[in-house]
């Protein structure tokens, strides 16, 4: 037994382009974390160069010409001391006027940016959670606005908050949650379905070569299934888990790797009043809850490749419908038991989806046990053909 396992793990990795293929996904990432670099620099330099110049007009924005000049920390907590002066929850200060050329730019609405009371409460309770936890928190630190909140306002205000509340990931954990919020978790399960989800089906059109050649060394139909699926299901999650942790790794080392404990705007359970409500989540516990949905959608997918392949016995056919059943997650609406709703990872470990959709039941748990009930009865038809092909065998 343990002969023939060693045999089927070498045998589906002396694939020579596997490894590249690794270092390419990784590559992207990486070249993608350096744009968000970029990006970042560009925009203090055009920043800084706005405010020198304002405060040849105005000494107002002398405060934050000053904060700016001075280290990411510090100018983070000038800048949300300015949201709280804003907002009327503290009072100016001769450092702190409360007046930031990010939110005095011009917007269409005629209340300006003083129509946001929502969104600079939120930001300055962000910041005052990311300044007690001892942290930085993203540089330079901004207002956030939903998709929902950008989409209400007119074209030229969107263009005008995406220009001056900019959202950098930087930092190793922080780059990884904004892939996550890119789906790239279910796009590499994606991939590696397409890849790898037919071996198994190959290996039973095969029959004579393979499949029938084992059943006589004494290894059972259904043994052969249970390792094809081990097998399957390890490279599910290694080809997706293993990419995106050399990606945070390598960022990581060159940016810093930030913290798990930086509080992230999202949605959490209020169980007194049985809904999600605004508030803050953990980047570790975005990370946490998009790695666990990973691992049980990778179950869901091996079984359903493992029943397409019995059924099928044709190696590309079941790859290929394997990878279209998955990448019917882009088009599919929320729906509680339905795996392919959790494939949209970030709107889950967020609590976004489950706040849109007034459904509390759409949570990371939830979606495990959809994922664990849809694996146990697709097992069950697995079983199933398989008895009725042995009965018609013999």
């Known amino acids: 037994m343990g002969t023939w396992i060693r045999f089927e793990w070498r045998k589906q990795h002396a694939r020579w382009w596997l490894w590249p293929l690794v270092l390419v996904i990784v590559g992207v990432g990486v070249f993608g974390a350096s744009q968000q670099k970029a990006a970042q620099q560009r925009f203090l330099v055009r920043y800084r160069q706005s405010v020198t110049e304002m405060v040849k007009r105005n000494e107002w924005f002398v405060p934050e010409q000053q904060a700016l000049a001075s280290s990411a920390r510090t100018y983070n907590r000038w800048y949300v001391t300015t949201l709280g002066i804003t907002s009327g929850k503290r009072a100016q200060t001769p450092d702190n006027l409360g007046i930031s050329l990010r939110n005095a730019a011009d917007l269409t609405g005629a209340t300006g940016w003083y129509g946001f009371q929502s969104q600079m409460l939120r930001a300055y309770e962000r910041g005052r959670l ?104 390890c490279r599910l999650v290694g080809f997706t888990l293993l990419p995106l942790a050399l990606i945070t790794g390598v960022v990581g080392l060159r940016e810093g790797f ?35 949905l990973t691992v049980a959608l990778a179950a869901v997918i091996t079984a359903a490749t493992l029943l397409l392949a019995s059924l099928i016995a044709n190696g590309w056919l079941t790859a290929v419908g394997s990878a279209l059943l998955v990448a019917l997650f882009l088009i599919t609406p929320p729906i509680t038991w339905l795996p392919l709703t959790y494939f949209k990872q970030a709107g889950i470990a967020l609590g976004e989806t489950a706040f849109l959709t007034d459904n509390v039941a759409l949570q990371t748990q939830t979606g495990v046990l959809t994922c664990l009930a849809w694996t146990v009865g697709l097992a069950l038809l697995i079983a199933g053909v398989q008895w009725r092909q042995r009965r018609m065998v013999a």
Not at 172 to 193: E, H
Not at 203 to 221: I, K, N, V
Not at 272 to 288: C, H, K, L, N, Y
Request: charged share 15%; hydrophobic share 45%; proline share 5%.
């Open 130 to 233: 990311i300044e007690a936890r001892g942290l930085t928190g993203p540089y330079p630190f901004s207002m956030t606005f939903t998709d929902q909140e950008l989409a209400a306002m007119p074209k030229i205000d969107q263009q005008t908050v995406r220009r001056w509340s900019p959202q950098f990931a930087v930092q190793g954990f922080d780059y990884l949650v904004w892939l996550i919020r890119q789906n790239a978790p279910a796009y590499l399960l994606l991939l590696a379905t397409l890849l790898f989800g037919g071996n198994f089906a190959s290996e039973l059109g095969r029959g004579r070569a393979h499949s029938d050649w084992l059943r006589l060394q004494g290894q059972s139909t259904v043994a052969q299934v249970l390792l094809q699926g081990g097998l399957l299901f």
């Open 258 to 292: 930030g913290a798990l404990r930086l509080p992230l705007d999202g949605y959490v359970y209020n169980a007194p009043f049985d809904q999600f409500a605004s508030g803050f989540i953990d980047v570790g516990q975005v990370i946490g809850r998009a790695t666990v």
